[in-house]
């Protein structure tokens, strides 16, 4: 199936970023996922292991092309892999600043205290369904002191991913092994 240009740039105007995934003779066109995409995937993966996730994401991205990407497995399967493409995020950088730190993310930066184990509770608490990503949103939302308005975007996951692998860190910033005497 051949997709003009001009249908490349309304996708491109409506959704933003747009992707090509071509699978041997076939193309999809996929959209730029979106956190709320990503939620979704990862309550399938909860639900239904790996496979679910794949079909998630390209259900949940998919604007045009070929549908046989979608349903047929010889399509399909090789497709899936390639959605790991999805998860190139700039890294954020972490800087220490008295009882503070300071993530930045491209041009973004925000501060945040020390996270307490309190803090942990009280997130956990705010999610009691463990639904994807929402413990990490609430732990940012009670240690952050100040931030740019990038990281008021709950849906850029080129920002939230950075982040709530930022906040991991911070939280395992000493090393612990058990061993086994």
């Known amino acids: 199936m051949k997709?003009?240009?001009?249908?490349?740039?309304?996708?491109?105007?409506?959704?933003?970023?747009?992707?090509?995934?071509?699978?041997e003779d076939k193309t999809a066109y996929l959209r730029e996922p979106k956190m709320k995409d990503f939620k979704r995937a990862f309550t399938a993966m909860q639900d239904s292991g790996?496979?679910?996730?794949?079909?998630?994401m390209i259900n949940l991205l998919f604007i045009g092309g070929?549908?046989?990407i979608k349903t047929n497995d010889?399509?399909?399967?090789?497709?899936?892999?390639?959605?790991?493409?999805f998860f190139n995020f700039d890294e954020a950088e972490i800087t220490k600043e008295?009882?503070?730190?300071?993530?930045?993310?491209?041009?973004a930066t925000c501060k945040?205290?020390?996270?307490?184990?309190?803090?942990?509770?009280?997130?956990?608490?705010?999610?009691?369904?463990?639904?994807?990503f929402v413990t990490q949103e609430k732990l940012f939302e009670a240690v952050c002191t100040s931030k740019d308005a990038?990281?008021?975007?709950?849906?850029?996951?080129?920002?939230?991913?950075?982040l709530y692998q930022?906040?991991?860190?911070?939280?395992?910033?000493?090393?612990?092994?058990?061993?086994?005497?």
């Open 66 to 68: 070929d549908e046989e």
């Open 3 to 23: 997709i003009e240009d001009t249908q490349i740039q309304e996708w491109k105007d409506k959704y933003g970023s747009v992707y090509a995934l071509p699978v």
């Open 150 to 162: 990038a990281f008021d975007d709950r849906d850029n996951a080129n920002v939230r991913f950075p």
């Open 112 to 132: 945040v205290r020390m996270i307490t184990r309190d803090d942990l509770k009280l997130a956990e608490k705010k999610n009691p369904g463990n639904k994807p």
């Open 74 to 85: 010889e399509y399909f399967l090789p497709a899936r892999k390639e959605i790991k493409e």
């Open 166 to 181: 930022a906040i991991e860190k911070l939280q395992n910033m000493k090393v612990a092994i058990i061993k086994k005497l």
């Open 50 to 56: 790996d496979l679910a996730f794949g079909e998630q």
């Open 98 to 107: 008295k009882n503070n730190h300071i993530i930045t993310i491209g041009d």
